[in-house]
Every structure is written in C-alpha cells, then in structure tokens.
C-alpha cells in the first residue's frame, strides 16, 4: 500500500527510503526540522528524532479537485507561512513532478531547494 492523504496503511520500504535519504539530517541534532507531510501517520514516525518537529492538522492539496474545508486551507496555509521562514527546504515527493508546494515556497522566499523524488514501491 501507499501513504496518501492519511491513508490507514504505509508502504514500509518507501518510509525506508526516505529515512535512508533523510538521516544524515536527521543525525544532526544541532538542527530543527520541520516536517510537513499530506500523512499524519508518516509525521509521527519522526516523533523519535528530537530535532523534529510537526503539527498533526488536517491539511489539503489546493490545486486537486477536491472538497476544500476552511479549516484545512487554514492550515495549509500556515505549513506555506513556517515553510518560508526555513533556511533550506529539503522535499521529498512520489511523484514524477515532485512538489510545486515546496517548490514554489523556494522560488518566492528565495530559499536554497533540494528535491527527491522516490517512486512508491
């Protein structure tokens, strides 16, 4: 299974490879981190590393066709306002396209991006 928009299940081996990518930050204690993900599921797993932090806050992706809630633009809106007080924006996406959120984020801000794409397994 893929972890999408809060699914119950997370392809284990995909969560591998972004922790494989992500630990040398992650081992980095004199650093915070914010972590912004579609998946709340996935956000508790950086729960072990201290220099992690996070909100468990409904979001949604404004540029799907979707049901758009007040309150998940609300707070869609405030991961783009933290995003753009970061010193460097590291993303990481399952798709082809990667994450015009970040992205664009780094664009107007002017902030350094990395990008990783890691296909779904």
Known sequence: MFLLHNSEYINE???????KYLKPLLDNVNSKYLILSDN????ILFSKFKNCVFNI?????????STLK??????TLIDFYLMCHSNKIYSISSYGHGSGFSKWCSV??????????????
């Open 13 to 19: 081996e995909f969560v591998n490879e972004i922790f």
């Open 40 to 43: 709340y599921k996935l956000k």
């Open 57 to 65: 806050n409904p979001i949604t992706h404004l540029g799907v066709h």
């Open 70 to 75: 007040d309150e998940n633009i609300k707070n």
């Open 108 to 121: 107007i801000y002017n902030i350094p991006y990395t990008s990783k794409i890691i296909l779904n397994a």
